[in-house]
């Protein structure tokens, strides 16, 4: 995987995954606010990055473990949408994720459906079209193993307004907010892009988790 940002100096890192086809310049002004961290950026691959040889969610967060396990310090994770889903799955050791709105049973929105069956139609690029398959257009679950999870988990989610609701059902949302180390929040107002509507909340949320004492008690199985 690539990540481009600043790896300068010994601040915590924030390694933040785009969600699929986001916009180049997607959350970039973090860089600029969240000064008492490193922000690094990564892609879904194929988007301004290499594709890999295997399509799946899988691939993308061994792909990502390989990769944020090489850092040089403490690293919280946040992921947009696709990326939350990866953030939530990494079998690397991390300090903290963040997980925004992330599509982890894709079939149950609708509305979500309907955009990538358009995406779908209109693309004439067969890798384009296997990843849509795959990824959304496919009964699979992303749930993450709860032994995968033993770092302090955020998931930020939308509530069900606006062109494109939340896509995380109420069920899915609880059934997160169960898992040890998640606690779950709904940004009231805002639909699935909560990066545009709620970003002052996100920022409020990797702060805390970048200022984090590093010499707590972590949970069994972390490394510093």
């Not at 969600?19 to 008492?36: C, N, R, S």
């Not at 939350?84 to 050791?93: D, E, F, M, Y």
């Not at 599509?103 to 779908?120: C, G, H």
């Not at 109420?170 to 169960?178: K, S």
Request: with cysteine; charged share 20%; aromatic share 6%.
């Amino acid at each position: 995987m690539v990540l481009s940002g600043d790896f300068k100096g010994n601040r915590p890192i924030v390694v933040v995954i785009r969600g699929a086809y986001a916009d180049a310049e997607m959350f970039a002004p973090l860089q600029t606010i969240l000064l008492e961290a490193r922000v690094l950026f990564g892609e879904i691959p194929g988007n301004r990055c290499p594709l890999l040889s295997e399509q799946s969610v899988e691939a993308y967060r061994v792909a990502y473990s390989e990769a944020l396990s090489r850092l040089d310090g403490p690293v919280i994770v946040c992921g947009l949408s696709l990326g939350g889903v990866i953030a939530l799955g990494l079998t690397c050791s991390t300090f903290a994720i963040l997980a925004i709105d992330p599509p982890m049973r894709p079939a149950e929105s609708v509305v979500l459906q309907k955009v990538m069956r358009t995406a779908f139609k209109k693309s004439e690029d067969e890798v384009d079209r296997k990843f849509l398959e795959e990824i959304f257009l496919s009964d699979n679950e992303y749930m993450p193993p709860a032994s995968r999870l033993l770092c302090p988990t955020v998931v930020l989610a939308g509530d069900h307004v606006g062109t494109i609701p939340s896509v995380l059902s109420d069920g899915t949302f609880e059934e997160l907010g169960r898992l040890p180390m998640v606690t779950t929040e709904r940004v009231p107002g805002v639909g699935h892009s909560v990066w545009i509507g709620g970003s002052a909340r996100i920022v409020e949320v990797l702060r805390k988790l970048s200022t984090i004492e590093h010499n707590q008690k972590r949970p069994a199985g972390t490394s510093a």
